[in-house]
């Protein structure tokens, strides 16, 4: 009596939940997702951007490091504009990562667990970022 207790259970339970199938990625992107919860994914995308192009990044450095010469060349490769558009986005990305770790720190500490809050650090993660990433911008670029 119980195992056919259990499987009617079973059917009830199998019957009553809903099955997706076929998602593809249209529909996972059109998700409407609040402000935070966007930064948040931006925060994962920017780490794993930074993960993959570190290995570059010190290389670049060691090169740099090597002697005068590899520095003046590495100088000489920031005068092209495309390098230094490059240079900009990934200064962006790791200063919006970093702030946004500093964000991910207070929501560790229990501050701005609200709506209001959540989306208020948000902002302010986006607009310092971006913020940052424009002073770089503009000492690549030797506007100052």
């Given amino acids: 009596m119980y195992q056919f207790w259990g499987l009617a259970m079973a059917e009830a339970v199998k019957k009553l939940r809903p099955e997706y199938r ?6 996972i992107l059109m998700l409407r997702l609040p402000l935070a919860g966007r930064v948040s994914i931006l925060h994962r995308i920017s780490g794993a951007l930074l993960f993959f192009l570190l290995p570059l990044v010190l290389y670049l450095l060691e090169q740099s490091l090597n ?3 590899n520095f003046a060349f590495l100088k000489a490769c920031f005068s092209y504009p495309l390098v230094n558009l490059v240079a900009v986005v990934l200064s962006w990305v790791y200063l919006f990562h970093f702030c946004a770790g500093l964000r991910h720190l207070l929501l560790d500490m229990h501050y701005a667990l609200t709506k209001r809050g959540s989306k208020q650090t948000s902002i302010l993660v986006l607009v310092v970022s971006s ?3 424009i ?3 503009f000492k690549l670029f030797g506007a100052f």
């Fill in 135 to 137: 002073a770089v911008a």
């Fill in 67 to 69: 002697s005068e010469l």
């Fill in 22 to 27: 076929n998602i593809n990625i249209r529909q």
């Fill in 131 to 133: 913020i940052l990433t």
